[in-house]
C-alpha cells in the first residue's frame, strides 16, 4: 500500500475579481504555487479599433457635404483628395494582419496591370499616372485596413445607419429643392456647366406649379444625383425595416423608404431605379431561398404600398413631365430604353474602344486625374471621356482589366450569399445584412453600366462594407458564446 499523499496547500487568489488576472506556477517540485499577475496587454488606441469604420465614413460624408460650400472653392481640390489621401493613410498607419477577403487577389492583379500602364505611351503625364493609380489603391484599400481591425457586429450596423441617413437626408434635400426651387440648390458642378446651356436645359424640367427646376441634386452637386441617394436609402431601409424589433427604427425605415422612391421618380433617372428592382428582388429571392416568408411578406407590403403613394405624390408635384418620363420606361422594352440611353458608350467601349486599346490607354489621361494632373497639349494623345466604369477599365489596362475587375466583384457576391443562405446566424441576423449587402453588390455591378463607379468615393464605400461584413462576421464567428 502506497504511502499516502502530502496535502495540497491551498491555492491562493482564487477568490475575488482578480482571479481572472492571475496564474499559479510552481517553481520546484513540493514547493507551493506561487501567485503571478498577469500583465494587461497595452491598449494600441483608435488605430486598432472598429470605431474607425463609422468615423471614415463620417469623414466620407464630411467632404461630400463640403464640397457643397461655396466658400471652400479655394480648397476645393484638397476636399477631394482627402478621403482618398486618408484611406492611404490608414493602409500604412492601421497595425496587425488583415483577413484575406475573396476579392482582394482579382483587384490586386487587376492594379498591377493598371500601374504597368505608367509605362504606356499614352501617359503623357506622370503626375496625372500617379494620381490615378493613388485614386484606385485608395478605393480598394479598405480591403486591407478594414480587415486588421476588430469589427463587431454593432459597428457594423452603425455604419450602416450612417450610410443610411446621410442617403436618406440627401434625397430629402432633392424633394426640397423640388418644392422651393432654388432655395435648396447648391452650385452646378463646373463639369456640367461646361457642357454648355443646351445640356443645362435638357437638365430641367417644368413642375406642377409651372416652374422650370433642376432634376433633384441632393447633397451633390449633379442634376439628378439625388437619385443615387434614393437609391440607396430603400434599399439599406428595407434592412433595417426586416432587421428591427423596435417600432421607433422600423417607423424610420418606412419613413426612410418613402423619401428615397418620392425623390427617385422626381429624379427622373430610370435607369437607377431599373437597378432598384433588380436589387430588391434579389433580396427577395434570397429571402424565398432561405424560407423567410414573412420577412418577404413584409418587404413587399412596405415597398410596394410606399411605391404607389410616393409615386402619385411626385406627379402632384412634379406635374406632368414626371408622368410622362416614367410611362417611357413602359412604352419600350427595358434594354431597348438603356440601349437608347447609356447603352451606346456600353456598345461603343467594345465595337471601337477595345480594339483601339487592347492593353490600356495609358493613365491619367480621363476623370479627375486628368482635369487637374493632366496634360493634354499632345494631339497624339488627348484627353479621355469615360461615361461608364467598363470604359474606364479599358483604358486602365484593357482586357485584363476588364476580366479581372469583374472576377473580383463575383467573388465577391459569391461569398456574401454563402453567408446569406447561412440557417444559423451566430445571434446577429447576419444572414439578413448578407441578403442586403448581396442586393447592395448588385446594384454595385449594376451602376458600373450607367457610371464610373468604382472612381469615386461610393466605390470606395462599396469595398468598406464588404471588408466591414467580413471582419464582424469572422469577429461573432470566433468570439465565444458567452461574450456576444
Not at 502506497?2 to 475579481?17: F, I, N
Not at 469589427?151 to 432633392?174: E, Q
Not at 437597378?275 to 431561398?289: G, R, S
Request: proline share 6%.
Amino acid at each position: 500500500m502506497s504511502a499516502p499523499r502530502p496535502p495540497l496547500g491551498v491555492r491562493p487568489g482564487l477568490q475575488g475579481p482578480g482571479v481572472l488576472g492571475r496564474k499559479f506556477v510552481r517553481r520546484a517540485p513540493d514547493v507551493p504555487l506561487e501567485v503571478v499577475t498577469r500583465r494587461a496587454e497595452p491598449s494600441r488606441g483608435l488605430l486598432s479599433s472598429g470605431k474607425l469604420v463609422p468615423l471614415f465614413i463620417g469623414l466620407l460624408i464630411f467632404c461630400q457635404l463640403a464640397l457643397l460650400v461655396d466658400a471652400i472653392g479655394p480648397l476645393r481640390l484638397v476636399v477631394r483628395i482627402l478621403a482618398f489621401g486618408m484611406s492611404l493613410a490608414l493602409l500604412v498607419c492601421v497595425p496587425g494582419r488583415g483577413l484575406r477577403h475573396p476579392a482582394l487577389p482579382f483587384v490586386l492583379g487587376s492594379l498591377g496591370i493598371t500601374a504597368l500602364n505608367f509605362f504606356n505611351p499614352g501617359t503623357v503625364s506622370p503626375l496625372g499616372a500617379a494620381a490615378q493609380l493613388g485614386i484606385q489603391l485608395s478605393i480598394i484599400a479598405p480591403l486591407l485596413w478594414v480587415t486588421r481591425l476588430s469589427i463587431d457586429p454593432k459597428v457594423f450596423r452603425l455604419t450602416l445607419a450612417l450610410l443610411f441617413f446621410f442617403n436618406v437626408a440627401s434625397a430629402a434635400v432633392g424633394v426640397l429643392q423640388v418644392y422651393f426651387p432654388g432655395r435648396f440648390q447648391p452650385a452646378v458642378s463646373s463639369a456640367v456647366q461646361s457642357q454648355g446651356d443646351s445640356y443645362l436645359r435638357s437638365l430641367e424640367f417644368e413642375t406642377a406649379s409651372g416652374e422650370r427646376v433642376y432634376r433633384p441634386m441632393g447633397l451633390t452637386d449633379m442634376p439628378g444625383g439625388a437619385a443615387t441617394g434614393a437609391f440607396y436609402a430603400v434599399l439599406l431601409g428595407s434592412g433595417f425595416l426586416l432587421s428591427s424589433r423596435r417600432g421607433l427604427t422600423r417607423g424610420l425605415s418606412g419613413g426612410g423608404i418613402l423619401i428615397g422612391l418620392l425623390s427617385l421618380y422626381l429624379c427622373q433617372v430610370r435607369a437607377i431605379a431599373l437597378m432598384l428592382v433588380v436589387c430588391l428582388a434579389a433580396m427577395a429571392f434570397v429571402l424565398t431561398l432561405t424560407g423567410r416568408v414573412g420577412r418577404l411578406a413584409k418587404l413587399f407590403a412596405v415597398v410596394g404600398g410606399a411605391a404607389v403613394f410616393a409615386f402619385g405624390w411626385a406627379v402632384a408635384v412634379g406635374g406632368d413631365a414626371v408622368q410622362s418620363r416614367w410611362d417611357s420606361l413602359f412604352e419600350a422594352k427595358p434594354e431597348d430604353v438603356y440601349r437608347n440611353n447609356r447603352g451606346r458608350f456600353l456598345e461603343g467601349t467594345f465595337e471601337h474602344l477595345l480594339p483601339e486599346y487592347p492593353l490600356g490607354a495609358g493613365l491619367g489621361r480621363y476623370g479627375m486625374p486628368n482635369a487637374y494632373f493632366g496634360d493634354n497639349s499632345d494631339p497624339a494623345y488627348p484627353g479621355l471621356w469615360a461615361e461608364i466604369q467598363w470604359t474606364a477599365w479599358v483604358y486602365d489596362g484593357g482586357a485584363l482589366v476588364m476580366v479581372l475587375y469583374p472576377l473580383g466583384l463575383l467573388a465577391t457576391m459569391a461569398w456574401v450569399l454563402r453567408i446569406a443562405r447561412r440557417r444559423e446566424d451566430l445571434g446577429e441576423e447576419f444572414w439578413l445584412w448578407g441578403s442586403v449587402i448581396f442586393a447592395y453588390n448588385l446594384g454595385a455591378l449594376a451602376l458600373t453600366f450607367s457610371y464610373p463607379f468604382f472612381m469615386s468615393q461610393v466605390g470606395m464605400e462599396f469595398w468598406l462594407l464588404n471588408a466591414a461584413l467580413l471582419g464582424a462576421w469572422t469577429h461573432a464567428k470566433t468570439l465565444h458564446a458567452h461574450r456576444r
